[in-house]
């Protein structure tokens, strides 16, 4: 027989997880309930206190406000946790919910026993509200534990003080709006599509919204209540609309407290309100007990916000004031704990011994003199950068960031010769398969124009990939591990357990964010403590190089070789987009080959931009029939995509139809045309990569920026880079128009998660990297008791987080 505990205990999640406290739990409300529970409950455990206080409870649950109620709601889980067997009933056992946080001198309460005894590492369950099902939900934002759920934190913020009015709309920005739905309903369309529309109003204006295919809004959206709208305002027959905006339902008390409410990243179920109030609960009861892992004198040195208030802050602020120093202080340890990882990596590695590689220079003369073109001022110095960090006897761990066609492989292919004729092996690995192949012909064929060392032959070049089979791949693991091939060019077939090497001494990895922190440690395993030479094509403004490179030494290709045509790039809108068409048909009728990008893989509801797979069927059929069009996108296989880039690289395709996926790793001289239509939903540095496809053949090229409706950030954008093809300059507009914070939290795929990063400033950053010298300084190993706590946490950091994206 069900116990009354157990009957009620459902009633009451039931309540918190489906009702969200509306009282209709029950038919007429819990107060309706009271009768049944006395009569069960106490034919089971008997007329005692405890079980009155329950009833109670449920009587005056009814007669509260939405808002008390989630509050009586934890008071109430509380006194049935207590159990019948309780002497007296316990109205409290943790401190109530506040509206700010407790004192941060106030003692942390010491960890509870049982569940709760894993402190902030315990279930999310723990949470009253907190039921199978909303955890589960939670678990699809990663949020497993009572930590996880403090450090996910909203994406921004609504201020109902501070909201636009209708009649103040601009088109093409990016908005909320508060107003009345005034009124509501869906449709279908003749293709099948649900339309719902809204006409909303406040007291200066009407504003007409639409959802495609929500039919379930038209339970939630009617006509009367009030809900706050988010997103871009467009523009529909001369009038000014929104579509698929985001939407909440707004209380009368939220309006008039005016308070700043978080708009927290949600997945199907969770609604913000809900989201509001579980985080409420959660910093009520947690946020005194997380430790600061930043020492008291370090706090007040640089005035943060002790963690307590600064989680409060984050979450629930009390004032922009508060919100803008709790950002600054969760950037700041964020940023600590990136600099503390990096400089310790540099430490370590430069601590180790490393093979002494010292090229006779009268032989890498000749060799730059062999070249036929002159090197730039800017590979001459960093060759030599170079050259001196392979003489001193520890492992070099450089950088080589250079724009497109700066000429980056030129400088790895001398350094690789020069270890090579040094009696050591040089191996190079490749991203995907066909830049493998490519970097490889290019490198025999500079190779072969290479002087021979006195008395020796050439080194032997080999090339190692997964298309590498049979007796070829054999003779290669051969050749590798008994040192007759010195130098190797391949894809992650390098790192198998199979390939061994005689004496790998240099590392070059290109295009070094694509592999992840296993991957090339595999690498750098094959040898002992092999000097290292990452490259990257995508340019680090200056400013910001300390912090994003702190654990590498860096070197800047910053000039272009002479004779290189500058890529030809234009703003196009859509009323020019069958011009486009035509230029590109011109220049294929000229034996030259196209890209045309999309920003999406398939057609979305949620996202009205064109899509790869319908525009590359509607290309083929309606605009080039004629023409041989391929499809390129990140969904395919690893070998799917390979085929489809060999079949455009050897000119099998006049027109690939691609995603982003191909912002890196094909080089096609011969195309000459890029087209990326929907170019305002890129990036600036995605924008400039997608250029630099273009121009690596002997004919002018052209990179055609097609917007589809540009806000002026995104005008601003292209206008950027249709005025420059410098790299460098473009990543120094990126840092002005973005900051540093949001510059590394996007663009640097090979850190940690840095979630709060986007609130850092260039003066912050370096006040970091400075924090963290001395700190390192002091105390190398964060051992003293002041540190440990931050040493657990930087650990923490860059393993758990950062498994697959360390930039070791």
Do not use: C
């Not at 909440?248 to 989201?275: C, D, F, H, N």
Request: proline fraction near 6%; aromatic fraction near 6%.
């Amino acid at each position: 027989m069900v116990k009354p505990l157990e009957i009620l205990q459902k009633i009451l999640r039931l309540e918190e997880e489906d009702y969200q406290y509306q009282d209709k739990a029950v038919s007429g409300g819990l107060s309706r309930y009271v009768g049944t529970w006395l009569s069960q409950a106490e034919k089971a455990y008997g007329a005692t206190p405890w079980v009155q206080d329950v009833a109670n409870r449920l009587e005056a649950y009814s007669t509260l406000s939405v808002e008390a109620r989630e509050e009586a709601m934890q008071d109430l889980w509380r006194v049935l946790r207590a159990g019948p067997e309780a002497p007296e009933p316990k109205v409290k056992e943790v401190p109530a919910p506040a509206s700010k946080p407790a004192s941060p001198k106030s003692a942390a309460p010491s960890e509870p026993s049982g569940e709760e005894g894993r402190g902030l590492d315990a279930s999310v369950l723990l949470l009253s509200g907190v039921g199978k099902k909303r955890a589960e939900q939670l678990e699809n934002l990663s949020v497993t534990k009572i930590r996880d759920l403090l450090h996910l934190y909203p994406h921004r913020y609504e201020d109902y003080s501070t909201l636009k009015t209708i009649n103040r709309l601009e088109y093409g920005e990016r908005v909320s709006v508060l107003a009345t739905v005034f009124e509501a309903g869906g449709r279908r369309t003749r293709g099948g599509q649900h339309l719902f529309k809204a006409i909303l109003s406040d007291e200066t204006g009407a504003l007409p919204v639409t959802w495609f295919n929500q039919p379930y809004l038209a339970k939630r959206i009617r006509p009367g209540i009030r809900i706050l709208v988010s997103g871009e305002v467009d523009e529909y027959l001369g009038r000014l609309t929104m579509n698929s905006p985001e939407w909440e339902r707004v209380g009368r008390k939220e309006v008039m407290s005016a308070r700043i409410q978080p708009v927290y990243p949600l997945t199907e179920g969770l609604s913000q309100r809900w989201m509001r109030m579980t985080m409420h609960k959660a910093l009520s009861a947690w946020a005194q007990r997380v430790p600061d892992p930043l020492p008291d004198a370090l706090r007040e040195q640089h005035d943060l916000l002790p963690l307590e208030r600064a989680l409060w802050g984050i979450h629930l602020p009390d004032s922009q004031e508060h919100l803008k120093a709790a950002r600054r202080r969760l950037a700041f340890e964020e940023a600590l704990y990136l600099q503390l990882g990096l400089l310790r990596q540099k430490r370590q590695w430069t601590a180790q011994p490393g093979r002494i590689i010292r090229p006779d220079p009268d032989y890498v003369d000749r060799l730059r003199a062999s070249l036929p073109y002159e090197l730039t001022g800017a590979q001459q110095q960093a060759l030599q950068e170079m050259l001196r960090d392979l003489a001193v006897g520890h492992p070099m761990n450089r950088l080589l960031q250079g724009d497109v066609g700066s000429g980056k492989t030129v400088v790895a292919a001398l350094l690789m010769m020069a270890t090579a004729v040094s009696g050591a092996q040089a191996a190079m690995m490749a991203p995907t398969e066909i830049l493998a192949e490519q970097h490889y012909q290019s490198l025999k064929e500079l190779f072969a124009s290479f002087p021979a060392p006195e008395g020796e032959e050439r080194p032997q070049v080999g090339l190692l990939t997964g298309g590498t089979t049979g007796e070829e791949r054999e003779a290669m693991y051969a050749g590798l591990a008994n040192g007759s091939v010195q130098i190797v060019v391949g894809t992650h077939a390098l790192i198998q357990e199979t390939v061994e090497f005689e004496d790998l001494s240099l590392v070059v990895i290109d295009e070094q964010h694509r592999f992840g922190v296993e991957q090339r440690g595999q690498l750098r395993q094959k040898g002992y403590n092999p000097h290292l030479l990452v490259m990257t094509a995508t340019p680090i403004p200056r400013s910001l190089e300390l912090t994003v490179w702190g654990h590498l030494d860096v070197s800047v290709l910053d000039e272009m070789p002479p004779g290189r045509q500058p890529i030809k790039t234009r703003v196009l809108y859509p009323r020019e987009r069958e011009r486009a068409y035509v230029f590109i048909r011109s220049q294929i009728e000229d034996g030259r080959q196209a890209f045309i990008i999309y920003p999406l893989v398939e057609a979305s509801d949620k996202v009205d931009a064109r899509a790869a797979v319908d525009e590359y069927e509607r290309l083929q059929r309606d605009i080039f029939p004629d023409l041989r069009l391929g499809l390129l996108h990140g969904r395919m296989s690893g070998d799917e995509k390979e085929a489809m880039m060999s079949k455009f690289a050897q000119g099998e395709i006049d027109i690939l139809v691609a995603t982003s996926v191909v912002e890196v790793g094909i080089d096609v001289p011969n195309a000459s045309v890029m087209l990326v239509d929907g170019a305002d939903r890129f990036g600036l540095a995605q924008l400039h990569q997608f250029r630099g496809r273009v121009g690596r053949g002997a004919h002018q090229s052209y990179a055609l920026l097609l917007a589809e409706s540009a806000s002026d950030a995104a005008n601003e954008r292209l206008q950027a880079v249709e005025s420059t093809n410098d790299g460098f300059e473009l990543a120094e507009k990126d840092l002005e128009m973005r900051g540093p914070g949001e510059f590394l939290g996007t663009r640097q795929s090979g850190f940690p998660e840095l979630p709060m990063a986007t609130w850092a400033d260039t003066r912050l950053l370096h006040t970091v990297r400075r924090v963290a010298e001395k700190l390192l300084d002091d105390d190398p190993v964060l051992s003293r008791p002041e540190h440990r706590l931050l040493g657990q946490r930087v650990a923490r950091f860059w393993t758990e987080e950062a498994l697959e994206g360390d930039v070791s």
